[in-house]
């Protein structure tokens, strides 16, 4: 089965500082890669998604992600967060196994913007 | 308004019983997922369904039962045999095929 890791359980930044999560997977075949936010008291919503096509993509609120399929690496970014980026961010595969695509969700990172 | 509904938010019960959480989807999605969330340990993943009358365990299957008799509905039931069964429950739909998951508002279960 497929795995995720996140390296960073905690991540604190100052208004304006730069972003990246990292996000590694380990599956051989062929995955679908998503990034997921949860704001404080809210639903998980998804940030964005690579399917194929441009190894970076663009999400909403100026994230974006680059794919890098020999590291199987699938890292989140922002140039300048905000004090409303404070959540929790999970990255997540879909990959085909055992004959039906399984959903797998890394630990997440907390994000902590301080104003 | 289409969705996903789970119901209750807020659960209790007493240790030994079995409950049953509700997760109704009416985005025509063939695909169902239940998860549960613990601090820092991520989503972890239940049961999932491709398909009605089909499912198959997740990572952490055991002390939990499902069923998929219609295609908007997946209940879960935590039964007295899961462990640690106080956590915050989601469940997710999505088309076949990998595509993007959409959630629910979550169900806190806690057992005492």
């Known amino acids: 089965a497929q795995s995720v890791s996140q390296h960073n359980h905690h991540v604190i930044l100052s208004e304006a500082a730069s972003l990246e999560l990292g996000c590694n997977y380990s599956?051989?075949?062929?995955?679908?890669l998503f990034w997921y936010v949860q704001y404080p008291g809210q639903h998980l919503q998804l940030l964005l998604k690579?399917?194929?096509?441009?190894?970076l993509v663009k999400g909403i609120k100026g994230f974006e992600a680059e794919f890098i399929k020999s590291k199987f690496s699938f890292n989140l970014r922002k140039p300048s967060v905000q004090w409303s980026d404070t959540a929790e961010y999970f990255c997540?595969?879909?990959?085909?196994?055992?004959?039906?695509?399984?959903?797998?969700f890394g630990k997440g990172t907390k994000l902590s913007v301080i104003p | 308004d289409g969705g996903i509904t789970q119901s209750p938010k807020y659960l209790f019960r007493k240790e030994g019983q079995n409950v049953t959480l509700s997760c109704e989807q009416n985005?025509?999605?063939?695909?169902m997922y239940w998860y549960r969330q613990d601090p820092g340990q991520g989503l972890r993943l239940i049961y999932y369904?491709?398909?009605?009358?089909?499912?198959q365990k997740g990572d952490i299957a055991e002390g939990y039962s499902v069923s998929r008799e219609k295609k908007e509905s997946f209940p879960l039931t935590v039964t007295s045999a899961q462990k640690n069964p106080t956590a915050f429950y989601l469940c997710?739909?999505?088309?076949?095929?990998?595509?993007?998951?959409?959630f629910g508002q979550g169900t806190r279960l806690t057992v005492v």
């Open positions: 599956y051989g075949g062929t995955v679908n």
């Open positions: 985005l025509n999605h063939d695909a």
């Open positions: 997540a595969v879909n990959a085909r196994w055992a004959g039906s695509y399984q959903l797998t």
């Open positions: 690579y399917f194929s096509g441009d190894p």
């Open positions: 369904s491709q398909i009605v009358n089909d499912f």
């Open positions: 997710a739909s999505s088309t076949q095929g990998g595509t993007e998951a959409f």
